[in-house]
């Protein structure tokens, strides 16, 4: 079982939907929680995180993390056709040498 | 302006031709890292780097040499590239190795024929 699974998507939702994005783990000791947000052509940027359980929001955004599950989500409300991009999970442990350990990425197709 | 600079952006090489990707980056952080993307098995980090000539293998490191002579640079080098080694590569560097934030170059896209 890889440390991080996401769904592989693709995923093509109508403007103005409510998107879930989702990524289960299986190591326990991860404590910070990422999602990063790759445009076409780009690199990954940094989206939100957050550290622990609990829910962060941030505009439109909202990342949930269940720990007792290994579940971690990124909801997207009112999309809009500039969220299309793909949406990378990613992980760590924390500490001196922890590293982020990534999911695969889905890509969102927001459609005007 | 902060950023990670990447070069070339695309190449195309043959089997065998060795060649180096360079990766610059203007934050002065210690922690910098190579990884390569590839459908259905995303980013897969190649080598690292905590700060200057302290190099480590990452989880896909056959084929790659780094070197880190200077803080600020991170060349990847191919000595002798075969076509698995196809990939779209991204640098990456940040404040620490634990550093929540990396900050991603724009990428190589590297085809080996």
């Known amino acids: 079982q890889k440390e991080v699974e996401q769904d592989p998507g693709p995923l093509s939702v109508p403007e103005g939907a409510i998107v879930s994005l989702n990524c289960t783990y299986s190591?326990?000791?991860?404590?910070?929680f990422m999602w990063y947000r790759q445009y076409s052509r780009k690199g990954p940027e940094l989206l939100m995180y957050t550290y622990s359980s609990g829910n962060k929001e941030d505009g439109r955004f909202t990342a949930q993390v269940d720990k007792s599950s290994k579940y971690i989500s990124l909801f997207i409300r009112d999309s809009q056709p500039s969220d299309s991009a793909t949406y990378l999970c990613?992980?760590?442990?924390?500490?001196?040498?922890?590293?982020?350990?990534f999911g695969k990425g889905i890509t969102l197709s927001v459609r005007p | 302006e902060a950023q990670v600079t990447q070069n070339p952006r695309y190449l195309i090489t043959v089997t065998g031709k060795k060649l180096t990707v360079t990766c610059s980056q203007n934050?002065?952080?210690?922690?910098m890292s190579w990884y390569r993307q590839d459908p259905g098995l995303g980013l897969r980090q190649i080598y690292y780097s905590m700060n200057v000539e302290v190099t480590d293998k990452g989880d896909v490191p056959e084929g790659y040499k780094v070197s880190r002579k200077e803080k600020r640079n991170f060349p990847l080098i191919l000595e002798s590239p075969s076509p698995n080694q196809t990939s779209l590569y991204f640098c990456a560097s940040s404040i620490s190795r634990d550093s929540l934030e990396a900050f991603f170059g724009q990428g190589t896209r590297l085809t080996v024929v």
């Open positions: 190591n326990s000791a991860f404590q910070y």
């Open positions: 990613a992980m760590s442990v924390g500490g001196a040498n922890s590293k982020l350990t």
């Open positions: 934050m002065n952080h210690e922690y």
